[in-house]
């Protein structure tokens, strides 16, 4: 008896329980479930808590709690790229371990933050040494599987994620009910712990996820012995095939990374737009910003898998990402509409929205994937995928200032040109994506 593939459209539909128990046949996936299930329970446990523990434990007003979410962000572009190309050469899973550990501990420590500059220094290194090891399991992932079963390794993954951090927020709850200084420290400092367990299953992987050796060989004479010009001149050619493939000098896939970019501020509309939305401009109760959470997390963890079937093929990625573009352009208008109305038919608005919004996040990252590892160099794997990550911090660091200077700013109209902003960002992708495929043709 074999298993079925769980990318076979063709097979029974298994339910999410047995489609990652299938995925888990491959030890690469089943180190990286592992640590992941673990691990973002800690990371749950932290998001929860980390911005009521700044101004209400620790006592910093809000502009100096945003200014120690927004320079660890700042770090963590720096981060990204810097993971990727320590990924292309040192181990990527030792990389991967250490640093994951080392993010996992400086967390722990946020329990013992008492001013503001202890919490920024803590909140960089941590956020910094986090960012790096999660860029080099994104080398992991590149290497350790086959092009077509990378990207259902990212949307097992991701369920997997969203999983845990539910979880982890569950226990958060507890915290919050609680209230007192010590409950919120405790939680704190169990999740580093949790965090720290997480890594463990990476000492698992293979070898044959790390970077494969640069080493040249030595060019010998006829009589056997080492010609040192040649085995010289050997070197420097490997030194700059090297650097011809740098993902710097690849401008598609800059052009890639910008566009992607701009479209992950989706994820500033949840975390930011949304919020402040219902909260000033609609009558819809504050309740239905956890109910929207809901909605998304649910609808991730159901679809995600599925939806990435087939994009590792590029023309593929491209439609998927251009379908994207339209259920977020409308989602954004959806939003707007909100405005004004009574509150169960504002709820009612919302949530068609936050259904649009979830699907357009689901697709764009099935098809970020799947064009961040097709149009890489395999060679340069890590630096590329560092690059890929690096783009998403940017757009991560700007969206709260778009999202605030169009949709909060001008209502309907801002909602519109936020739409356009993405809709724009899905047709270049969607251009590169078929381009890309014309040219392999």
Known sequence: MTLQDPTDTTATNPNLAERIARSLSDPVLRALVASTAVSRIGRGVFLSVTVLFF????????????????????????????GGWLADRWSARRLTFVFEALGAVLLATYAF?????????????????????????????????????RVHARAVLRTVTNLSIALGSGIAAVALAIGTPEAYRVVIVGAGVIGVLGTLPLLRLPASVDAPTRAVEPVRTETGSIDTVNTADAARAARLDWNRRSPWRDPRYLLLTLLSAVFGMQFGVAELGVPLWI???????????????????????????????????????GRVTMVAGWLMAAACVVYALAAGLPAWSAIVILLVAAVLHTFAEILSQAGAWGLSFELADPVRAGAYQGVFGMGFSVGALAAPIVVNATAITFGLVGWIMLGAVFLASAAGIWWIARRAAEQAA
Do not use: C
């Open 55 to 82: 101004t209400l434990i620790i006592g910093l007003s809000a502009a100096e709690a945003a200014v120690v979410l927004a320079v660890s962000s700042a770090f963590g572009v720096l981060a990204s790229f810097l």
């Open 113 to 149: 933050a008492d001013t503001f500059v202890a919490a920024l220094v803590i909140a960089t290194l941590a956020g910094f040494f986090d960012t790096i090891g999660h860029s080099s399991r994104s080398a992991i992932i590149a290497r350790g599987f086959a092009p077509d079963r």
């Open 279 to 317: 909260t000033e401009r609609t009558s819809a109760p504050e309740v239905v910003v956890a109910v929207i959470l809901i909605v998304n997390t649910t609808l991730v963890v159901l679809f995600q898998v599925r939806a990435s079937r087939g994009t590792h093929d590029v023309r593929t990625a």
